[in-house]
Antibody, heavy 123, light 107 residues
Framework: EVQLVESGGGLVQPGRSLRLSCTTS????????MSWFRQAPGKGLEWVSF??????????NYAASVSGRFIISRDDSKSIAYLQMNSLKTEDTAVYYC??????????????WGQGTLVTVSS | DIQMTQSPSAMSASVGDRVTITCRAS??????LVWFQQKPGKVPERLIY???SLQSGVPSRFSGSGSGTEFTLTISSLQPEDFATYYC?????????FGQGTRLEIK
């Protein structure tokens, strides 16, 4: 069974940092890219970032709203994806979800999501 | 950036109704479109990928069509469990973008 579990959310002051983790199991992590999404309270879904697997160079893309502040990474030995969030702003307050993203190699993209972790940025 | 215009933003329907939701892309996205269903407090669930491929386990009353810039999600006969919010997503180019969502309510 495919499982993704986000962790690391919480209450943080503006300007501070937080690192989210997405711990996965049930599939070959190294064969898949990984994406992060978020959803602000009462709002729609927003894509945040994507990291390719090593076969595709392990490179990343970011939404303009987080580019330069957030860094996505992966540890294939642990089957974990990370989202390092720096210089947090109040508008980053949201539930953050990770999803496997096998685009380019299979059809396993956005088919499995974690339960989400809430990040609240407030003074 | 590719803008995804989803319509309607909200609608009311009855059990048994046929419902169609539309997403229009600001430029061609081939068939790189996914439809999600999200219920309150729950995680989004993929219904349709590649514009028209049904996710395993999703009832056959759900279908997707379209290519290029116009896409539709159709529910052939609404069931009580289908009342939710629906989103389209394009992944043809970065940034990946969503439609604004369609909230489907019981009439």
């Amino acid at each position: 069974e495919v499982q993704l579990v986000e962790s690391g959310g919480g209450l943080v002051q503006p300007g501070r940092s937080l690192r989210l983790s997405c711990t996965t199991s049930g599939f070959t992590f190294g064969d898949n890219g990984m994406s992060w999404f978020r959803q602000a309270p009462g709002k729609g879904l927003e894509w945040v970032s994507f990291i390719r697997n090593k076969a595709y160079g392990g490179t990343a893309n970011y939404a303009a709203s987080v580019s330069g502040r957030f860094i996505i990474s992966r540890d294939d030995s642990k089957s974990i994806a990370y989202l390092q969030m720096n210089s947090l702003k109040t508008e980053d307050t949201a539930v953050y979800y990770c999803s496997r993203d096998g685009r380019g190699s299979n059809i396993n993209y956005f088919d499995s999501w974690g339960q989400g972790t809430l990040v609240t940025v407030s003074s | 950036d590719i803008q995804m215009t989803q319509s309607p933003s909200a609608m009311s329907a009855s059990v048994g109704d046929r419902v169609t939701i539309t997403c229009r892309a600001s430029q061609g996205i081939n068939n790189h479109l996914v439809w999600f269903q999200q219920k309150p407090g729950k995680v989004p669930e993929r219904l349709i990928y590649a514009a028209s491929s049904l996710q395993s386990g999703v009832p056959s009353r759900f279908s997707g069509s379209g290519s290029g810039t116009e896409f539709t999600l159709t529910i052939s006969s609404l069931q009580p469990e289908d009342f939710a919010t629906y989103y389209c997503l394009q992944h043809n180019s970065y940034p990946i973008t969503f439609g604004q969502g369609t909230r489907l309510e019981i009439k």
